[in-house]
DNA sequence: GTCTATAGTTAGATAGAC
DNA sequence: GTCTATCTAACTATAGAC
């Protein structure tokens, strides 16, 4: 028994293969959590067999692992981009839109994450924590020194974060309550289960004016 | 084999077990969801065997269902508590606290909460589903009532709500995350894990200012 | 690269003695 | 009411043929 490559160049097929592998894995653990999914259900939604997917996987871990940090990475990405030169309220803004359409695209990867913490992210690596936490310590300077500057109503900039996560992820997160309660009346779409497009949009309206009027100075 | 009396009058023993096991399902299920967690963590936890427990309990779903009627009575009461004849911004705000409180008191009946919707809330019945939507439902009417009485500012009652339960359950459910950021430079505690009375302190505060400022007409 | 067969674990639940 | 022993099903992972 051989083992594919690792970071050598690899065939198309094997791109291929992978891909569907991470495709089927992310549907899988976002929707049963770690512990909740298993290899015959990743293999089901892959069209592959069980020990093809550990042809080119080490195993369960490794491909939730592997999801974990491209999440994680695509999570730190939107908070790089506030730009401590540019309008204060509005950089802030744009972030929160930036995040609540992160929800709308990709609400499994949201839910992986979120499913993660929850259990006490015991699978992230202290490296990717501590990387967090710098990132986060250097946003939060850059909103002290926007306060500073009179250029936004004075909060706490870790609380702000806290509330911005919190209520973007949330339309990903809690989506089956969401439908619970907003009901599904638009029985023309296909209920596959996502929000559809009015709900992000007041989503989107209510967040702006939320953040708007707490943020002007 | 027999089994446990179901309604009728229970010893002081049995009453004594049931807790035990059900305080001990809280800690397992809300720290490793419901297909991460065994049966075994929660006899270890409980000090009971694990027949013993099954004495008690018809099996681990029983179990789950007793904790998940339990925390979906408690999370709808303070809804029902919002006095329509109040007034409108202070009934709001004392409802933010209310929840940020049970966040801070019973962390662990938020994160099996989450959980459960995270994983699509498949172990809610349709009933509880329905309570949920009508008690939702009433809420918004009141919300709205308020507004067109010109008491509190234009905002769509669904989004404020949810915007209201991610912001402060997300100090329960996204617990690990905060101490990842803040860090826990407080060595003198024993860190058991949950936020300190000062993080919550601040979440107070800043909660406080984002729905005044946003609800104020 | 992909498959069938299976090894090795672990988990939920039950039987029956005490 | 509680225990030891055990059954059965499910799951991860590996062996080895093709």
Do not use: C
């Not at 051989?2 to 293969?17: D, F, G, H, L, V």
């Not at 959590?33 to 015959?40: A, I, M, N």
């Not at 500057?149 to 209520?167: C, E, K, N, Q, T």
């Amino acid at each position: 028994m051989t083992t594919a490559p690792k970071t050598e160049k690899r065939s198309r097929i094997q791109r291929k293969n992978r891909k569907l592998i991470l495709e089927a894995a992310l549907d899988v653990f976002s929707a049963h959590g770690y512990r909740g999914s298993t290899l015959d259900q990743i293999a089901e939604q892959s069209g592959l067999s069980k020990p093809n997917i550990l042809y080119y996987f080490q195993g369960k871990e490794a491909i939730y692992q592997h999801l974990l940090a491209n999440i994680l990475a695509s999570w730190l990405e939107p908070l790089e981009a506030i730009d401590r030169d540019g309008d204060a309220v509005e950089e802030i803004i744009a972030y929160v839109q930036t995040k609540l359409a992160l929800s709308q695209q990709h609400p499994r990867q949201s839910r992986l994450f979120a499913n993660e913490i929850l259990q006490g992210a015991r699978r992230i690596s202290q490296q990717s924590k501590d990387e967090l936490k710098v990132l986060v310590e250097a946003t939060a300077e850059k909103i002290r020194a926007w306060i500073e500057a009179g250029r936004l109503a004075s909060v706490d900039p870790y609380h702000l974060l806290f509330s911005i996560w919190a209520s973007t992820q949330h339309y990903a997160d809690f989506e089956s309550q969401i439908t619970m309660i907003l009901g599904q009346e638009t029985l023309g779409n296909a209920q596959v289960g996502a929000l559809d497009e009015q709900t992000f949009e007041q989503a989107h309206a209510f967040l702006d004016m939320q953040f708007r009027r707490l943020l002007t100075p």
